[in-house]
């Protein structure tokens, strides 16, 4: 079935720096691509997406980059902060009448002040 | 984005009984869906509930144990039944936005001994 593998587990940056965290998807035929962030004891929250017409997009410290050749994308965060402090999870999304997201593993983010 | 509300927050209930957890946003929506989240775990849809049908269930979900009503377009639930410990989790209920975005309620934590 399909998948989303989801790199790395774990990750810890110093307050400032950046951090990227990749996915990659199974389904070729995958078109929205949503970035959820998961604070301790919260719900998951979309902080970003990308649909498969549009290579980047970007929100202010965020940006997310889509490869449909190579079938991955990537959370990148620049100027991390205290804050930033959580878990990431990514999705493919094969948007059709009925569809289901497909979601990584997720990767804990540790930004270390 | 819609409020979205879960009752109970959380609840510790032993086993063999069973747990209806409701959601409710402010908002009509179309789908909406119901999410399990393991301690440390990733996202897995249980089942997607759309007003009007039956619910429609992923692999390893049956209706028997987890039956899902959705009677209008602003409320569902979710029932856990004849509880084991290995229910033990946090469910999540989900709604879809114009874009096909999914936007998180704030989850019911289940403990069950």
């Known amino acids: 079935g399909e998948n989303v593998e989801q790199h790395p587990s774990t990750l810890s940056v110093q307050e400032g720096d950046s951090a990227v965290i990749k996915c990659t998807y199974s389904?070729?035929?995958?078109?929205?691509f949503p970035w959820y962030k998961q604070e301790l004891g919260k719900r998951p929250q979309l902080i970003i997406d990308?649909?498969?017409?549009?290579g980047e997009k970007k929100d202010q410290r965020i940006a997310v980059t889509l490869n449909k050749t190579a079938k991955h994308f990537s959370l990148h965060i620049t100027e991390t902060q205290p804050e930033d402090s959580a878990v990431y999870f990514c999705?493919?999304?094969?948007?059709?009448?009925?569809?289901?997201?497909?979601f990584g593993t997720g990767t804990r983010l540790k930004v270390l002040a | 984005s819609a409020v979205i509300s879960q009752k109970p927050s959380r609840d510790i209930c032993q086993r063999g009984t069973s747990l209806t957890i409701q959601c409710q946003v402010d908002?009509?929506?179309?789908?909406m869906f119901w999410y399990r989240q393991q301690p440390g775990q990733s996202l897995t849809l249980i089942a997607t509930?759309?007003?009007?049908?039956?619910?429609?269930?992923e692999s390893g979900f049956v209706i028997d144990k987890f039956p899902i009503s959705r009677p209008n377009l602003t409320f569902s639930t979710l029932t856990v039944s004849n509880m084991s410990p290995e229910d033990s989790s946090i469910y999540l209920c989900?709604?879809?936005?114009?874009?096909?975005?999914?936007?998180f309620g704030p989850g019911t934590r289940l403990t069950v001994t």
């Open positions: 389904d070729s035929a995958s078109n929205y």
């Open positions: 908002s009509q929506v179309t789908m």
């Open positions: 989900s709604v879809e936005g114009q874009g096909r975005e999914q936007y």
């Open positions: 999705a493919a999304v094969r948007i059709s009448g009925t569809y289901k997201y497909i």
């Open positions: 509930a759309n007003q009007g049908s039956e619910a429609t269930y």
């Open positions: 990308i649909r498969s017409n549009v």
